[in-house]
């Protein structure tokens, strides 16, 4: 398995026991804060990760140790931006129980920044192997 399917694979696993955890905890502690869409907000945090990932992975390849700085700052701006759009999406679509969910969304997205900053700190690593 190649280093890219290695960090999606890490990624998706992640995600969905992150996912069921929380849907567990909202389910059985606090059922009032489970927005609509729970499922959705998973997808796209899954989904934008992992063509983050597969980006950040296949741009170290090319560019220097510079240029990966300018790669990880697209990469968070993106981010912000489909975030922006997919709660604005929510509130035109559904809007109802609107402050569960953009809790739930923060939730999801400092859990996947995190991870996500673990995983570009394994590509650095990588780099920097390489490069030696």
Do not use: C, H
Not at 6 to 20: D, E, N, P, Q, T
Not at 71 to 87: C, D, G, R
């Amino acid at each position: 398995m190649n280093f890219k399917a290695k960090l999606i694979v890490s990624l998706i696993v992640f995600g969905v026991v992150i996912g069921a955890l929380i849907q567990a905890l909202l389910n059985y502690q606090f059922p009032q804060y489970y927005p609509n869409w729970y499922e959705g907000i998973l997808l796209f945090f899954l989904l934008m990760e992992s063509f983050i990932l597969a980006y950040v992975e296949s741009a170290s390849r090319k560019v220097t140790q510079r240029q990966m700085l300018n790669t990880y700052m697209l990469t968070k701006v993106v981010k912000i931006f489909a975030a922006l759009i997919f709660v604005g999406a929510y509130k035109i679509v559904v809007d109802e129980n609107i402050k569960s969910f953009v809790l739930v969304f923060m939730i999801f997205y400092l859990l996947f920044l995190a991870f996500e900053a673990y995983l570009f700190l394994k590509i650095e690593k990588r780099l920097k192997k390489k490069q030696q």
